[in-house]
């Protein structure tokens, strides 16, 4: 009798185990004209947006990057890392950035409360 009933709670918690278990996500979709490599007027400050849902870049001194997903009208961006080199007078704007919004060669980005950082030009 106890090895049926160990056995039924073995089955009963893989199954709650196999319930937990995301599907993987299908890949984020976007205009082809989003992806690339997007320039700030900052020299050395970049951003590159990447088909597998990434996105990486440099605001003139440190590096960051992150994953985004697709909103109604914009791209947001979830920051995953940044570095914190100290670089005097280096205007860090580009990676405060929260959302994207992509108007032919230019990507504009906002912060959190949706206010214009500043833009960008394809590479």
């Known amino acids: ?61 440190n590096g960051f990057g992150g994953e985004y997903t697709v909103g109604d009208a914009a791209l947001e961006l979830e920051p995953g890392f940044t570095t914190q080199m100290f670089c005097e007078g280096v205007d860090d704007w580009l990676k405060k950035t929260a959302t994207i919004e992509v108007a032919g060669d230019t990507l504009i980005a906002y912060d959190d409360a949706g206010t214009e950082l500043g833009q960008l030009t394809r590479e």
């Open 1 to 61: 009798m106890r090895k049926i009933l160990a056995g039924a709670l073995t089955i009963l918690g893989l199954a709650t185990l196999a319930g937990c278990a995301t599907a993987p996500t299908a890949p984020v979709e976007l205009p082809d004209d989003a992806y690339g490599t997007w320039q700030s007027p900052v020299e050395g400050a970049y951003l590159e947006i990447r088909d597998d849902g990434t996105f990486g870049g440099n605001d003139g001194c």
